[in-house]
Structures are given as C-alpha cells and as structure tokens.
C-alpha cells in the first residue's frame, strides 16, 4: 500500500509542478491609483510573459463597482504578447469591444472616459488564442480593488495671478491635489510671455527659464543657477503633477510681472549710489542728504545697516533713522544734518548687511554747505 502511494505521488508530482509552471508563464500587474481612474489608463495594465515563445492573447477587462455592479466589459482581441512585460499597444485596445453598465457609473464613464468616485473591481482576463506550443492552462486572471476618490484641484498660490512686483527672484508655491497616490511628484514651467503671445502657447512653445522636475514638495525657492527675471516682462508659470509617465494634475497658468518703481529723476548732485560688496576707492560726496540704492534678492524686513567714522574706526553712528527693506530695488534718503555725530569734510563707511550675511559698502564725505 505505501508503494503504491509513492507511485501515485511521482506520477502527479510532474503534472502539479507542470500547473504551477504554466500558471507563472503569465503575470498580470495593474496600478489602480494610478490608472484606475480613466478609461485609457486601462492600457497601461503590466502583462509579464515568462515564456520562451511571442503569443496572441485576447484581452478581457470586467470592471465592477462594489454597489452598483458592472461598470465596463472591455474586449481586445489578437494583442501581440512578446515575451517579457508588455503594455497594451493603443491601436488595439482603441479598436477593442466596450460594453458600459447601465447605471450611474458605466453612464459617466462612457460619457467622460473618466470614473467617477466609487470602490471598484478591476478584472483582467487573459486567454492564449494563438501559440506555437502547447499551453497546459490557456487561461490567466488577476482582479484588483481599490476605493477610488477624485483628486482635489491642484492650486497655485503664490505669486499670485497677474502679481506686479520689483522682485526677479520670486518664489513659488501651490497646493497639492489630494489624495495623491505615493511617488507622486511635481513639475513646475516658467517662461517668459512674448508681445502679443497667449499665455498657453508661450508655456508649451517657449524655452522654459525654469523647469525643475522631481519636486516632492508644494514649493520651490527661485533656483540659483536661473537666470533672474527681468524688469518690464511678462512670465508665465504652471505645476504639474505626476505618477510615473501619467499626468495626474495640471494647475491654472498664472503670470507675473517684473515692476519696479519709476525712477525719479535726478537733479545733478542728487543721484543715488549703488552699494557694492567691495570698496572701490572712490568717495560719494554726501552734502547733508546721503542717497544710497541696492538690490535685496531675498525677503524683506528691516534694514540693518550701521555708519562709522573712518577717522574713528571703533565709533559708530548712532540715533540714525529704522529703515525698511523691500525685496527688489530700495532706494532711501537720510538727512544726516539731523545728527551731531558728522563732521564736515569727514570721512565715514556705510555697512548694510543682508539676509545671508551679505554686506554691502560704500565710503563717502559729509559735507555741511
């Protein structure tokens, strides 16, 4: 008797382990919250062939929604199946068979090519329909679930639409759609607008002046190798959000504008002088009024800058003005007559220190004529 078990086991050994082979032959891979929300993305099911030869399948896909019933029955027949992973090439799955659910559901998704919320079912069937070998089981199926909930709107922030500002570096910000599926990231396209150019055609024609992929966050600080914007143009900028090779979102397109103040002009004698980082030898005369401009690339705040004597290097003005600082061009007049503390025909050292620890200088002589 325990002969003849072991004889009936090797026999049918050979043939559960032939099963479990011609079951592998076939994976089938789906990422519904990712492609489980239109019609199309349907095509982008993973079918992994192991086997050593290139098939022809017919493609079932059986979509139910968990209360309501079926969905879509969808059938692509004579798919080239090679061996390794395969997509469904479009062609086909465009000239396939689709039969919608007569309920909400199926009504919207014919309608829109677009599922609406729900908790569905996502069923692929595959049947081997020509092959040069024999396949012991013909026939594969891998079902999905998954509770699909539309996104939220993916919204820009800041700068806001149609914003006017000095500043060339500004920063970005938006707000993220929810709920994302994970390994979701974003793209965000800025472009200059050319005169007379839409705002739509200069984003997708336009070489960007920024375009920085891979962001996994809903900001992004004015990239430093970027060329700063210019005053007087018009810029338009967009986020993308995606999984993968899908776009999950596209936001609004916004613009924004580089503007600064008017310049005033000058009379002679009252122009301003430009700070800079090193002290080029040269005096500004200030007769009463010091007049000093710069640049401040990042935020504003209160400006922090302080006056010395070069005669005296220890001693520092003090009682001068608070003074506030813009992001962009700042241009400020001191009356220094105001203070005791400058003498005429002397020499003193403006210090303004920014955000970063950036000083900026500039020597000049007061003059009391």
């Not at 199946?81 to 068979?97: K, M, P, Q, V």
């Amino acid at each position: 008797m325990r002969l003849k078990f072991f004889k009936i086991f090797f026999i049918l050994l050979p043939i559960f382990l032939s099963a479990e082979i011609a079951q592998s032959q076939i994976t089938i891979n789906f990422n519904p919250a990712i492609y489980g929300q239109s019609l199309d993305g349907l095509s982008y099911v993973q079918v992994f062939n192991a086997s050593s030869e290139n098939v022809r399948i017919k493609l079932t896909i059986k979509i139910k929604e968990m209360t309501a019933g079926n969905v879509l029955t969808a059938v692509i027949n004579s798919v080239p199946l090679y061996r390794g992973t395969n997509t469904i090439d479009r062609g086909a799955f465009s000239a396939g068979r689709f039969s919608f659910g007569n309920n909400y559901y199926g009504n919207t998704l014919s309608q829109t090519g677009k599922f609406p919320e729900g908790d569905y079912e996502y069923c692929f069937e595959i049947e081997i329909t020509d092959s040069k070998a024999s396949w012991n089981t013909p026939f594969f199926e891998n079902c999905f679930s998954f509770q699909l909930q539309p996104l939220t709107p993916l919204l820009l922030i800041n700068p806001v639409d149609g914003d006017e500002d000095c500043n060339t570096r500004p920063d970005f910000l938006w707000q993220l759609p929810m709920p994302l599926p994970p390994g979701s990231k974003c793209r965000m396209v800025l472009s200059e607008i050319n005169e007379k150019q839409d705002i739509v055609e200069a984003i997708n024609y336009n070489v960007p002046l920024i375009n920085r992929g891979n962001l996994f966050s809903n900001q992004l600080q004015f990239p430093f190798n970027a060329p700063q914007l210019k005053e007087g143009k018009r810029y338009a900028w967009q986020v993308t959000v995606y999984n993968e090779k899908t776009i999950l979102k596209k936001s609004e397109i916004w613009t924004y504008t580089v503007k600064c103040e008017e310049k005033k002009e000058q009379s002679p004698g009252e122009s301003f002088r430009e700070l800079k980082e090193t002290e080029d030898g040269n005096f500004y005369v200030a007769n009463k009024i010091l007049r000093f401009s710069f640049n401040n690339p990042y935020s504003g705040g209160i400006l922090t800058y302080a006056i010395t004597s070069l005669s005296d290097p220890g001693s520092t003005i003090k009682s001068l003005p608070a003074l506030k600082m813009q992001t962009g061009l700042n241009k400020y007049e001191i009356d220094l007559s105001d203070s005791r503390s400058f003498k005429n025909g002397k020499e003193y050292l403006l210090k303004v220190t920014l955000t970063n620890n950036r000083e900026l200088r500039l020597r000049f002589i007061y003059k009391d004529e």
